[in-house]
C-alpha cells in the first residue's frame, strides 16, 4: 500500500515534465520574436525620445484645469518616462514598452518604478500624429480607443502632448 506521503512526490513527478515544456516554451517565444518587431519598437521610441508639454488631460469626460496642464513635464530616455512634478503615489518615473505593431492601435504599458505603486502596469494606447503624441491608459484593462468620457469613469485617462 502507497503511503500519503509519496502522493504529494508522485504526482510533482507527473506534472515536473509538463511544467518544464512550458517554461521551454515561454522561454522560446520570447526568444523567436521577429527582428522586426523589435526594430519597430526600438525606432517607436526613438520617434518619442525628448521632452514634452502637457496639451491636454481628460478623465471621466471632464479636461484638467490649465493651472495643471501648465505644471506637468513629460520626458521619454530610452524605454523610460520621467513625469514631473511626480504625485503622491508614485515618483513619476515608469519603464515604459511600445508595440507599433499591435493592432488595430499601437500599445504602450507603463510600469511606475517607484512609490506607493511601485510595479504596477498601465496598460495603454497611443499615436504619434503631426508633433502631437496621444496616449490613452487605464489601471484595469487597455483601452480600446482614445477617449476618457463619463462612462469610462476616472479609470481611464487621455492625454495629449506636444515637444517642447
Known amino acids: 500500500m502507497m503511503k500519503k506521503k509519496s502522493i504529494p512526490l508522485i504526482l510533482s513527478l507527473i506534472a515536473l515534465p509538463f511544467s518544464t515544456h512550458a517554461v521551454a516554451e515561454e522561454e522560446a517565444a520570447k526568444i523567436a520574436k521577429p527582428a522586426n518587431e523589435d ?8 520617434a518619442i ?11 471621466a469626460g471632464n479636461d484638467a484645469p490649465p493651472q495643471v496642464i501648465a505644471t506637468y513635464k513629460y520626458e521619454f530616455k530610452g524605454d523610460k518616462l520621467m513625469i514631473t512634478p511626480d ?3 508614485s515618483n513619476g518615473n515608469f519603464s515604459i514598452k511600445l508595440d507599433p505593431s499591435a493592432k488595430p492601435i499601437a500599445t504602450l504599458d507603463m510600469t511606475d518604478l517607484a ?8 496598460s495603454g ?15 484595469d484593462k487597455r483601452p480600446t480607443g482614445f477617449v476618457a468620457t463619463e462612462e469610462t469613469g476616472y479609470g481611464q485617462i487621455l492625454i495629449e502632448l506636444e515637444r517642447e
Request: a positive charge; hydrophobic letters at 35%.
Open 115 to 122: 512609490g506607493k505603486n511601485e510595479g504596477r502596469t498601465l
Open 49 to 59: 525620445q525628448g521632452k514634452w508639454k502637457l496639451v491636454t488631460m481628460r478623465a
Open 39 to 46: 526594430h519597430a519598437s526600438s525606432e517607436a521610441l526613438k
Open 125 to 139: 494606447i497611443y499615436a504619434l500624429e503631426n508633433g502631437t503624441l496621444k496616449i490613452c491608459f487605464a489601471k
Open 87 to 89: 504625485n503622491p503615489n
